[in-house]
């Protein structure tokens, strides 16, 4: 009969790998795999990426004091309603917002290729956990944590300062002050 140590000692160690599209976190994967991986570890690659936002659109002074001038919309009649969707600025089209998404999947699915591709060659088993921002990232890695039960977690870290890491707020920050297990943070290379 195996006691709690053995059985504990015989289980995967499960290190959570949190990816992005930036520099920061390709040298994070590197770094991991050069210094610490060993073999008896099973990598969860997560990436957290927030909503697509909408584009932004500026408007003139003109286009400011037609949208003001509006006719409301219970008063609007077929043709109004036509000419008020026609003007600049207005509501993003269906059309335009699916491409906004749909570009927004398509970077996701090529930045977890790109991991599972350099993971496949390394022979590393993994699992990819693919979760959605709602609270900031930061969170989201720490939920994807605690789900999957990691033993250790790593992250990239753009290296600002202070003040701009105060105000912007920072997802490296988050982790290792909320993440329940142990976390590594690398620090840009320069």
């Not at 979760?131 to 605690?146: L, P, S, T, Y």
Request: aromatic share 6%; glycine share 6%.
């Amino acid at each position: 009969m195996a006691t709690i140590e053995e059985s504990a000692d015989t289980r995967l160690r499960r290190v959570l790998i949190a990816v992005d599209a930036s520099p920061q976190s390709e040298e994070a994967f590197s770094w991991y795999f050069e210094n610490i991986h060993k073999e008896d570890t099973e990598i969860i690659l997560a990436h957290c990426p927030e909503q697509p936002n909408f584009p932004y659109y500026t408007f003139d002074t003109e286009t400011l004091y037609s949208l003001a001038c509006s006719t409301k919309p219970q008063d609007q009649t077929p043709e109004t309603k036509e000419q008020e969707s026609n003007k600049p600025g207005m509501a993003i089209s269906g059309g335009d917002w699916e491409r906004v998404v749909q570009e927004h999947k398509e970077a996701t699915d090529e930045l977890i290729k790109h991991f599972q591709k350099r993971l496949q060659d390394l022979k590393v088993k993994h699992k990819v956990h693919v979760q959605q921002q709602v609270a900031g990232a930061g969170d989201a890695i720490c939920q994807v944590a605690e789900s999957e039960g990691v033993d250790h977690i790593v992250i990239g870290s753009r290296g600002m300062g202070a003040i701009r890491r105060t105000i912007l707020g920072s997802v490296s920050d988050y982790v290792l002050h909320h993440a329940k297990v142990p976390v590594t943070v690398h620090l840009r290379r320069h």
